[in-house]
């Protein structure tokens, strides 16, 4: 269903705009609410798989993780955080949720060789996203920002390609149920 595909990847660039907007502001609410109503319709129009709500929360735990990590060694600080605080705020853990919720989509979309595709996408348009949230004020690169993207660029190499290797093995153990 392509027109399935293009609603949820317009759907989702509106959470992530939503998100960032949000935090430039100092609020984490509406992000957050903007991403569990993109979640809920998401899971609702699937008739909510099990291993897509798996994948959601694995997206989820992975980014509270890395974002977390990545403002403790200060190459980040997200705004909409209390200043010296290292977790990752709601609306970026928010915001992995809700990309979570778009991987099984990209990977069908992305055809054979799908996670190799990933890492490609993932190297260019991961630190790409934190350019463009850092440009709205959502967050700020610390330090010498090649240190930081080069880092980006890296989480994303490997966490994009994870989360559709992980959304394969699910699949694989779905018909065979």
Not at 71 to 94: D, K, L, N, R, Y
Request: glycine share 10%; net charge positive.
């Amino acid at each position: 269903m392509p027109y399935l595909s293009l609603l949820t990847y317009l759907a989702f660039n509106g959470v992530w705009f939503v998100c960032a907007y949000g935090a430039a502001r100092g609020n984490n609410s509406v992000g957050v609410a903007a991403a569990v109503l993109f979640i809920f319709t998401s899971l609702w129009a699937k008739d909510w798989p099990s291993g897509e709500v798996k994948l959601i929360l694995a997206a989820g735990v992975a980014g509270a993780c890395i974002e977390s990590s990545l403002a403790a060694i200060g190459f980040v600080h997200f705004s909409a955080t209390p200043e010296g605080s290292t977790m990752a705020p709601p609306w970026i853990v928010a915001l992995w949720l809700a990309f979570g919720a778009t991987v099984s989509q990209t990977a069908e979309r992305l055809g054979s060789h799908a996670v190799c595709k990933a890492g490609v996408l993932g190297v260019i348009l991961g630190p790409l996203a934190y350019a463009t949230g850092e440009k709205f004020g959502a967050l700020s690169i610390i330090g010498a920002s090649w240190k930081a993207y080069a880092a980006l660029s890296i989480v994303w190499l490997v966490v994009f390609p994870a989360l559709v290797a992980f959304n394969a093995r699910l699949s694989l153990k779905q018909h065979k149920s």
